[in-house]
T-cell receptor
């Protein structure tokens, strides 16, 4: 089946620094990738949708200058949390979808802790 | 918000019993999907049911969809301790370019 990886699986950073999270589709070409965040014991909330080679589309209330998304190739998307603050601490999950497919394949998630 | 509502929020049953979770949503959908998430882990896709389907089976899972009531249910039969996880429905709303909107989730605990 389709496999999506995320790196790192967890990261601790200091307030004010930036953190980059990678999402890779390992065995298929992902024309679209999605980024979600999940707070403890809550549901996943879609942050943004990115299509390869174009700018990401952000959901209402998500700051595009704070959460930079790059989808430069059909197998890699990155999410950079800029000037991180403790309230950005969360579980970030990406998913990837190939063309002509309904199904999204999810990565294992990245736990970000900002101290 | 288009987020779906799931009930119950939490469910505790004994091994061997059946578990039923319900999901309600608000607008027209292309399809509805169910996912499982073990604590602190990624999501595992369980089953997808299209808007023109009413029932679907996969192993011990049975999913129903009632588009007139905008609701779906997930039944896990003969539950096992390994089924302990959070279960989410996710809807692909018509006209949203296949974005998924996740429900609030049901935390299932299966005890021995």
């Amino acid at each position: 089946g389709a496999v999506v990886s995320q790196h790192p699986s967890w990261v601790i950073c200091k307030s004010g620094t930036s953190v980059k999270i990678e999402c890779r589709s390992l065995d298929f070409q992902a024309t679209t990738m999605f980024w979600y965040r999940q707070f403890p014991k809550q549901s996943l909330m879609l942050m943004a949708t990115s299509n390869e080679g174009s700018k990401a589309t952000y959901e209402q209330g998500v700051e595009k200058d704070k959460f930079l998304i790059n989808h430069a190739s059909l197998t890699l998307s990155t999410l950079t949390v800029t000037s991180a603050h403790p309230e950005d601490s969360s579980f970030y999950i990406c998913s990837a979808r190939g063309s002509n497919s309904y199904e999204q394949y999810f990565g294992p998630g990245t736990r970000l802790t900002v101290t | 918000s288009q987020q779906g509502e799931e009930d119950p929020q939490a469910l505790s049953i004994q091994e061997g019993e059946n578990a039923t979770m319900n999901c309600s949503y608000k607008t027209s959908i292309n399809n509805l999907q169910w996912y499982r998430q073990n604590s602190g882990r990624g999501l595992v896709h369980l089953i997808l049911i299209r808007s023109n389907e009413r029932e679907k089976h996969s192993g011990r899972l049975r999913v129903t969809l009632d588009t007139s009531k905008k609701s779906s249910s997930l039944l896990i039969t003969a539950s096992r301790a390994a089924d302990t996880a959070s279960y989410f429905c996710a809807t692909d709303f018509t006209g949203t370019a296949s974005k998924l909107t996740f429900g609030t989730g049901t935390r299932l605990q299966v005890t021995l």
